[in-house]
């Protein structure tokens, strides 16, 4: 009788542990997206080696937004780790960085980039945004592989897996769109 006890209670163990693991991995696939900044191009926002949760869902009913922080394939070898990035440009728009800052539709005013590790360098552009495309710069302006480094300037929607929305390695923190 003990021994019939004992043998329920693993098998009961084990389907619980198999239902936790499948549901995990539905979750994962489906409304969960996880990476690792793999490079110093998102520092101050997120380390090197920086672990970021976000979810895959964010986009389905809303557009991505300004300043969104997201992370999408690879686009140099989409099988290698995905790139995380923050948006800059939105469809349409004229994108062109002067003197290291950043001016959208030939605007008078930079946008504020506070938010970057240090003041930024350099001419590039300008940039137009096709539909459904994005352009991307990391937060550590002068050491990042972003839009500017691309044969292809442009994020497409179709290779976004999802918005960023915290950090769970090594510091815990949310983020805000600025």
Request: charged share 20%; net charge neutral; proline share 7%.
């Amino acid at each position: 009788m003990k021994k019939q006890h004992m043998l329920k209670e693993i098998l009961s163990f084990g389907l619980q542990l198999a239902a936790v693991i499948v549901l995990g991995v539905i979750l994962r696939n489906t409304v969960i997206v996880h990476a690792q900044v793999v490079s110093p191009s998102m520092e101050n926002t997120i380390v090197t080696g920086g672990r970021v949760i976000g979810s895959r869902l964010s986009y389905v009913i809303g557009a991505p937004q300004r300043f969104d922080i997201i992370v999408f394939e690879n686009p140099i070898n989409p099988a290698d780790h995905p790139f995380v990035k923050r948006i800059i440009g939105l469809p349409y728009e004229t994108v062109e960085i002067r003197n290291g800052l950043v001016y959208i539709n030939n605007s008078d005013t930079p946008l504020d980039d506070s938010f970057t590790k240090e003041e930024s360098f350099g001419n590039h552009g300008p940039f137009i945004v096709p539909s459904d495309s994005f352009f991307v710069l990391g937060d550590h302006r002068n050491n990042s592989f972003d839009s500017r480094s691309l044969a292809n300037p442009f994020i497409h929607q179709d290779v976004i897996v999802g918005r960023l929305f915290a950090t769970y390695f090594p510091r815990p923190a949310l983020f805000r769109r600025a």
